[in-house]
């Protein structure tokens, strides 16, 4: 079975700064997905980026990019530039090829201050 | 255009009763799930459907029933509600299982049970 674990329930960062957080995962599958969900107050859930474990340039979607570090399990997401908008519950997910089935992390709460 | 769509978005209800949650996708997508997140905020797969049929069931109690007339539905029934059914309810989609694919999710439906 596979987990997800993203160790920081809580951040916070002002505004225009950059904030990275962080993803660990535990798989013996050597083909997966990784990806990044925020969900706003809105209670949507938004795919901000995703990773395929075979790639290894890491993935990057204007102001969001991942660190992707395949050996140490390890998939954080930084934001640059971060804006008021950006205030949100961040969830790490994980798919294997052909599992269907998306393993979240608990989430992490960012806090964007003016 | 919603892509996903549930209805209610709002669910209030008293404990042994039973209720249903609908859900639609106009993405042509051929698989569709149901999560459920916690007061916690911690997201876990209930169910995955592919084509109308059946492909994942992760140890939910037989008081839920998916249902999903066609492959554009999946609906929810919860029998006998009891307190710790509180939560969110997502419905989701995806063109396939395969992993590389990122899920579309609803809205989500708060179930709160009195």
């Known amino acids: 079975a596979q987990t997800v674990t993203q160790s920081q329930p809580e951040m916070s960062v002002q505004e225009a700064e950059t904030v990275t957080l962080s993803c660990t995962y535990d798989t013996s599958e050597n083909n997966y997905y990784l990806f990044w969900y925020k969900q706003p107050p809105s209670r949507q859930m938004i795919l901000v980026i995703r990773?395929?474990?075979?790639?290894?340039q890491n993935a990057t979607e204007n102001r969001f990019s991942v660190n992707f570090q395949k050996a140490a399990k390890s998939f954080s997401l930084k934001i640059s530039d971060s804006q008021l908008g950006d205030t949100a519950m961040y969830f790490c997910?994980?798919?294997?090829?052909?599992?269907?089935?998306?393993?979240f992390g608990d989430g992490t709460t960012l806090t964007v201050k003016p | 255009d919603t892509a996903v769509s549930q209805t209610p978005k709002y669910l209030v209800t008293q404990m042994g009763n039973d209720k249903s949650i609908k859900c639609e996708q106009n993405?042509?997508?051929?698989?569709m799930y149901w999560y459920k997140q916690d007061s916690k905020k911690f997201l876990k797969i209930m169910f995955s459907y592919n084509n109308k049929e059946l492909i994942i069931n992760e140890t939910v109690p037989n008081r839920f029933s998916p249902k999903s007339p066609d492959k554009a539905h999946l609906n929810l029934h919860i029998n006998s509600l009891e307190l710790g059914d509180s939560a969110v309810y997502f419905c989701a989609s995806s063109p396939t299982g395969l992993g590389n694919q990122p899920q579309h999710f609803g809205d989500g439906t708060r179930l709160s049970i009195l």
């Open positions: 990773q395929e474990a075979y790639k290894q």
């Open positions: 997910a994980f798919r294997t090829t052909n599992a269907g089935k998306s393993t």
């Open positions: 993405l042509g997508h051929d698989t």
